[in-house]
Structure formats: structure tokens, C-alpha cells
């Protein structure tokens, strides 16, 4: 299985030197372990760094999810808070270390190659078979 998940350029630089390995969400992510997870960085790098295996899936109330994988967030505590604010309940999705692209995945690329080719606000799942993942993989390589 494959998705493709949008990070702020900041938390991208984070996830590819290493030092975020824990994405957390807002709302419930139905995810397996062993998805091939594939980060988009948005604008204003708007390309595909890489991809990272996710090892856990954990949903559960905020401070469980802030005691469990704090250091491996990449933000601070007064973050996690804001952006959890109202939520009982968020996802962790842990990840192995990312795997980078060898070649130039921008947005303008990406659309050019795969037809209506959008970033996703959240997530999203990818078919093993499609344009996106084909193309993905042989930049990887």
C-alpha cells in the first residue's frame, strides 16, 4: 500500500535529516503498517522528498500521544498543544527513516506526468499500480 502525506517544508527538512519520525494528526488515520508513505513538502518547495515506511499507527487522547513520542515530534510542547486544541482524540503515525528522491519531483513536474495530480490537505491513498507511485518509485532509483 501506498499514500501521500503534505508537510510543511519545515517538518519535511525534519522527517529527511532524521529528526521527526513521528507525524501527528488531527483526526483519525486509517493507515496499515508497512505503507509506503510518500512526504510531499507544500509550497513553497511543493516536490516529494522522499518516502518512509510507517511502523505505528497510534490514536489516543493528546497528552497519551504528547508522553508517548514528545521527542520524536519535532516541536515543542506550546505546538503540539495549538495545534491538538479541541481534539480529544489524534493520531501518531511513527515512521522509519526516510528514504529521499534522486530525482526532481516538483509539483509542476508531478502534474505534467500524472493527469489532475493534487497535493492532498490530509492524506491520501495511492494505488500500487498508478502513475503516481510507477513514476515515484523510478525517482528513487
Known sequence: MHAIISLKPKYARLVADGAKTVEIRRRRVHMEVGTTLWIYATLPDARIIGHARVVEVTFADA???????????????????????????????????????????????????????????????????????????????
Open 63 to 141: 497528552e497519551t500521544i504528547w508522553e508517548r513520542f514528545h521527542t520524536n515530534m519535532g516541536v515543542d510542547q506550546a505546538e503540539f498543544q495549538a495545534y491538538v486544541a479541541g481534539r480529544s482524540k489524534v493520531s501518531a503515525v511513527s515512521l522509519d527513516r526516510l528514504v529521499p528522491v534522486r530525482r526532481a519531483t516538483t509539483l509542476d513536474g508531478l502534474r505534467k506526468r500524472v493527469r489532475g495530480f493534487h497535493p492532498p490537505q490530509f492524506y491520501a491513498r495511492v494505488g500500487q499500480d498508478s502513475n503516481l507511485v510507477t513514476m515515484l518509485q523510478g525517482a528513487i532509483r
